[in-house]
């Protein structure tokens, strides 16, 4: 369990931090989870506690890509989602990523979803981690089958959604530092002419770029690339530098 948040880890997390609110799980931060256990069996309800939706964290570049995106997207076009943090897309205010199935499965449904809707641009997400565990072959097929689809590779360095795991494009693994294996150089390998590079944060570049992407008639890439903050500050606060 390498770096998961596991129910124990992350309930200890939050008792820490609110032991008026949850309660601190009775074997430790690593006990197996108990499903049969009460959610918060010593600490008072809190029935005026806020509705608050899922989100992504503040100064993420997902954030900033999704706001850039939606300004090049026209009302009847269709996004399609993948696994990650960035499928909170779909939810307000961004409303980016009408469908999602499985992981790696973007690229393949907007190949398909394309074939059927000819007329409608049709524009998928990709996590760097799902890009390099499932979303390989999808990009294969629309690149071998000429289907005209935008893929928006969100780049942020890690698998954020499982607990900052390390991906092939770190240059580390588990037992240390190994050789990157770029996003950009695998697309480049397998034959994609259209591929463009840009920070999240540069918004209006960004949709730009989106909206040259679109009005291809072949399979586009693009790199939306922001380092995660909740990483990048946790590091940074590890070095002793905020």
């Known amino acids: 369990m390498i770096g998961e948040y596991t129910p124990g880890k992350t309930r200890a997390t939050l008792a820490a931090m609110w032991p008026d609110m949850v ?15 009460p959610a918060r069996p010593d600490a008072p309800v809190r029935p005026d506690a806020p509705v608050r939706p899922a989100q992504m964290c503040p100064g993420c570049g997902h954030r900033s890509a999704f706001h850039a995106i939606r300004k090049a997207l026209a009302a009847d076009d269709i996004a399609v989602a993948d696994i990650g943090c960035h499928t909170l897309g779909y939810l307000p205010p961004s409303e980016v990523g009408q469908l999602l199935m ?17 007329q409608r641009k049709v524009v998928c997400f990709l996590g760097d981690p799902t890009f390099f565990h499932a979303g390989i072959p999808g990009v294969v097929n629309a690149l071998f089958n000429r289907h005209p689809v935008v893929l928006v590779l969100m780049e942020n360095g890690t698998t954020a959604m499982t607990g900052h795991q390390e991906l092939p494009s770190s240059g580390r693994n588990f037992a240390g530092p190994t050789d990157a294996i770029p996003v950009r150089k695998v697309l480049e390998g397998l034959g994609v002419k259209n591929i463009e590079e840009v920070d999240a944060y540069q918004q209006a570049e ?25 990483k990048l500050t946790h590091e940074r606060r590890r070095k002793g530098e905020g």
């Open 23 to 37: 309660a601190a799980p009775a074997g430790g931060p690593d006990a197996p989870a108990r499903p049969d256990a």
């Open 102 to 118: 499985c992981m790696g499965a973007s690229t393949g449904i907007a190949s398909g979803l394309r074939l059927f809707n000819e």
């Open 206 to 230: 960004l949709t730009a770029m989106v909206k040259k992407a679109l009005a291809r008639d072949e399979l586009s890439v693009i790199i939306a690339t922001h380092p995660c903050m909740l």
